[in-house]
């Protein structure tokens, strides 16, 4: 936002003579912008992308009517009738908790595109704290989520709801280890100076986290984490299908429900593009570097939750939780000692 | 009237109102999920004050941890709507004569301190935060997550099952 800011002012005859508060403004909104046309747009593309994965995993070949070419205007018709859908709100429901739900767990969402970087000055605003600001804002979505399973009035989404609290509740403790191992050697929980920290080394791919041994396994650790936090399968009991309908979002239907649909969405591109940055060395690229790299990798992540989605079976209460408890979080642990004793060293 | 000036008041306002249906709503769930924009609001001012780091604590534990076991806490409850929360005896003169005295002395605390005031914001808190932990406040630091960790075991104690019931 900074070199926003600079841009403008440099470049913009009079800027410099505008209300002081009117210059910081103008920034913010187009920063704003910026990232609600990246949430509009980038579940398009990803919904039609999973599905198309999806099938293909499947041999089958998925949507291919809808605007001709290879049915690329499926998602654009799916979501302009999920806006003309009648909008239900169940009579026995709680209707202030009902309709503030989908926009607490939006916000989280959306309030996370903050510190992504995606490129040396493309960043909205690089907070000294970032990493563990995407940590604590996150935990909106929990409590949106349990909202709208308790506002629903609806044994199912009570039970999805709750689920879904607890087991992303249990994952983040691994995730948070998981990430301070990356924190200790860089010293800084800036997202930028994290990423400045992977500059170089070895066909400039050599200084990236995930090429070093204790921070390869973090990785790990990391992206399984954030699977449960994001619920994709095989994490994914909170809307298990066979048993809950739809999980915490049964009641929830047309702009709503869209609303469900695009923080799950941007949260899946946020999880993805946090390990990019942590692990796979952000905007840096040996061949070209800055948004584009950031993209391709953060993309690249996401295609593999849908890898994992349609190839792996959903797993149990009981073992979500050993997972968790008894696999993730002691290797974690051992993690971030490991990275301690090579930072002292 | 700046700018900062207003937010501060909006944030006020929000925190406040919030702060008021926690106490004053007649069902227990309200009053939870009002809870998270109190949380917030206290977040904000602290990032208005410059402690960043706080601020992200803050959240994460009252938003991330305690709000969400509070929350679990009050769907187990039996009744949550048209609750009387009213103790059987109500003292009004007692009750209004306490809060008055707490009152007073916080406003006065506030108002007669001699504040340091600081005239640039402090540039990253993290890193002094974490510093102090370490090295000044190491054994206070210690006393605590030990503490911490006794009432994990306590928890754990209670909840296992007894193996000769």
């Not at chain 1, 200084?207 to 619920?231: H, M, R």
Request: proline share 4%; aromatic share 12%.
């Amino acid at each position: 936002m900074e070199a926003l800011l600079k841009l403008l002012s440099d470049n913009v005859a009079g800027y410099g003579s505008l209300a002081s508060p009117l210059q910081y403004l103008l920034p913010m909104v187009l920063a704003s912008l910026c990232c609600i046309a990246l949430v509009a747009l980038f579940p398009i593309v990803a919904v039609y992308a999973e599905r198309k994965v999806a099938a293909h995993m499947q041999d089958r070949l998925g949507p291919m009517r809808v605007g001709g070419w290879h049915g690329w205007a499926q998602t654009i018709a799916d979501g302009i009738k999920l806006l003309l859908k009648e909008d239900i709100i169940p009579s026995e429901a709680d209707r202030v908790l009902f309709k503030l739900a989908p926009l607490v767990v939006f916000a989280g969402g959306f309030a996370s595109l903050v510190v992504l970087p995606f490129g040396a000055s493309v960043i909205v605003s690089d907070l000294n704290i970032g990493v563990l600001y995407v940590v604590a804002i996150s935990s909106l979505g929990v409590v949106g989520i349990i909202m709208a399973g308790w506002a629903s009035n609806n044994k199912y989404a009570l039970f999805g709801g709750m689920r879904a609290a607890a087991q992303i509740v249990s994952y983040e403790i691994p995730a948070v280890m998981a990430i301070l191992t990356v924190v200790i050697p860089v010293g800084s929980l800036s997202t930028q100076e994290i990423v400045r920290a992977q500059e170089g080394g070895w066909l400039g791919i050599g200084n990236w986290f995930i090429f070093k041994p204790v921070t390869a396994v973090a990785f790990l650790v990391y992206y399984l984490a954030s699977l449960a936090e994001v619920n994709r399968t095989p994490f994914d009991i909170p809307e298990a299908e066979s048993e809950l309908v739809a999980g915490y979002h049964t009641e929830y239907s047309g702009m709503r429900f869209a609303f469900f649909m695009l923080a799950e969405y941007v949260n899946m591109f946020v999880v993805s593009a946090i390990g990019a940055t942590l692990f796979l060395g952000g905007w840096n690229s040996p061949v070209f570097g800055g948004p584009v790299a950031f993209m391709l990798k953060s993309v690249a992540l996401v295609f593999v939750q849908f890898w994992l989605r349609w190839t792996l079976p959903r797993l149990r209460v009981d073992q979500l939780m050993y997972v968790s408890w008894k696999v993730l979080l002691p290797a974690s642990f051992v993690l971030v000692i490991l990275a301690g004793a090579l930072a002292v060293r | 009237m700046s700018v900062f000036d207003i937010v501060f008041c909006i944030v006020a306002l929000v925190t406040i109102g919030s702060a008021a249906i926690v106490v004053l709503s007649r069902s227990l769930i309200y009053s939870a999920f009002a809870l998270l924009f109190t949380f917030f609001g206290v977040a904000i001012v602290y990032v208005m004050l410059g402690a960043d780091f706080l601020a992200a604590t803050q959240v994460l534990v009252y938003v991330g941890g305690i709000l969400i076991l509070l929350l679990f806490g009050v769907m187990l409850t039996h009744r949550l709507y048209n609750l009387n929360l009213k103790t059987e005896t109500f003292q009004l003169i007692p009750g209004l004569l306490i809060a008055l005295a707490v009152f007073t002395s916080l406003a006065l605390a506030a108002t007669q301190t001699h504040w340091k005031r600081v005239e640039k914001p402090v540039a990253a808190t993290t890193e002094t935060i974490g510093k102090l932990f370490m090295e000044e406040y190491l054994l206070p630091f210690e006393i605590a997550s030990i503490l911490l960790l006794v009432a994990l075991i306590g928890a754990a104690m209670l909840v296992r099952r007894r193996s000769d019931a």
